[in-house]
């Protein structure tokens, strides 16, 4: 497959990596190391681009793409203040043959997919409650950037990240998420929030740029035992536990697995990227409607935050 990278940052440089000798052109209005300026001007014939740009710049270059029958990749999170503008690109992809796709790469992250793969076994049981713990310390990284502090803050930015998990492993709770805390410690976007939905499950999301050590957690707990999770391969080492409900009361047993090794999330994603568009097929746009109701409810609930 011929790819075409567009945005050549941070996220850019690990697709690039990550697609390797499929990538035909870079593009980039300002790197000096892209070949071209903007994605009309390349002539390198190809199947698909992903895209690493900027939000507001997102949705022109997918109608773009999709009415060529492009395929495209897109950097979460995919927001938009209008639904109708979602399903108009579906649509088009649709009749053009174009797979969408959004990134998430922690779907590929291996305890992610090994709990996916335990809940979907019905062993934990009834589940009651998750928690989920999501902090990095890119607070002052994300003040200096004028596109990125603005808006919905670090609901989007790693809010995002939690509500596709959510969708990943319990699909999407009945009850909405209400914010119980927002904050703008250092920054003029939210840089602190939390989030819970109550339910037949309980689900609380909290969401930091505020943690100097980036980190992530999970808790799970379920009628027959609790499963959790603790940092990302990237950040290793990372553990998960499945601990077995004793009755009427004990010290569980438990099942342990602790993983040092590089990030494979990003070589993953691009291997199904890449499958689903030589396949025809489908795309995952649907679960963006579902994160941008979500995610848009959250920040029209953003009345009360500190600044």
């Known amino acids: 497959m011929r790819v075409v990278v567009v945005g050549t940052g941070v996220q850019g440089a690990k697709r690039i990596a ?12 300002v790197a000096a190391g892209a070949r071209y300026r903007q994605l009309d001007d390349v002539r390198e014939e190809f199947d698909a681009a992903l895209l ?5 710049a997102k949705l022109p270059l997918m109608l773009s793409l999709a009415q060529r029958g492009k395929h495209f990749l897109v950097e979460k999170p995919l927001v938009t203040i209008d639904d109708d503008n979602l399903r108009r690109l579906m649509k088009v992809a649709g009749d053009n043959g174009a797979v969408c796709y959004t990134a998430y790469n922690h779907r590929f992250e291996p305890h992610f997919v090994r709990m996916k793969a335990l809940i979907d076994s019905g062993a934990l049981g009834r589940m009651y409650s998750a928690r989920l713990f999501y902090g990095n310390g890119t607070a002052r990284l994300v003040r200096q ?8 803050g670090v609901l989007s930015d790693l809010g995002s ?5 959510v969708h990943f492993w319990f699909g999407p709770p009945k009850t909405p998420f209400t914010l119980t805390a927002i904050n703008r410690f250092e920054n003029k ?3 602190h929030a939390i989030a819970i939905s109550t339910g037949e499950m309980t689900i609380e999301l909290e969401m930091t740029m505020l943690s100097w050590r980036n980190h992530f957690t999970c808790d799970i707990f379920a009628e027959k035992g609790s499963a959790h999770i603790e940092s990302l391969c990237k ?3 990372t553990t998960f536990r499945h601990r077995t409900r004793v009755l009427p009361s004990g010290r569980p047993p438990e099942d342990s697995d602790t993983l040092v090794q590089d990030d494979p999330t990003w070589a993953a994603e691009y291997a199904h990227f890449k499958a689903l568009c030589l396949a025809g097929g ?7 409607l579902w994160i941008n ?13 500190r600044s």
């Open 293 to 305: 109701s979500a995610l848009r409810s959250l920040a029209a609930s953003d009345g009360g935050a």
């Open 189 to 191: 976007s939210p840089d």
């Open 161 to 165: 990240h939690l509500l596709d998990t």
């Open 52 to 56: 690493c740009v900027p939000d507001d």
């Open 18 to 29: 990550a697609a390797g000798p499929d990538v035909v052109a870079t593009v980039d209005p």
């Open 235 to 237: 950040w290793g080492p």
């Open 282 to 288: 489908p795309g995952n746009l649907a679960n963006d």
């Open 145 to 152: 950037s004028a596109w990125r502090d603005q808006g919905a």
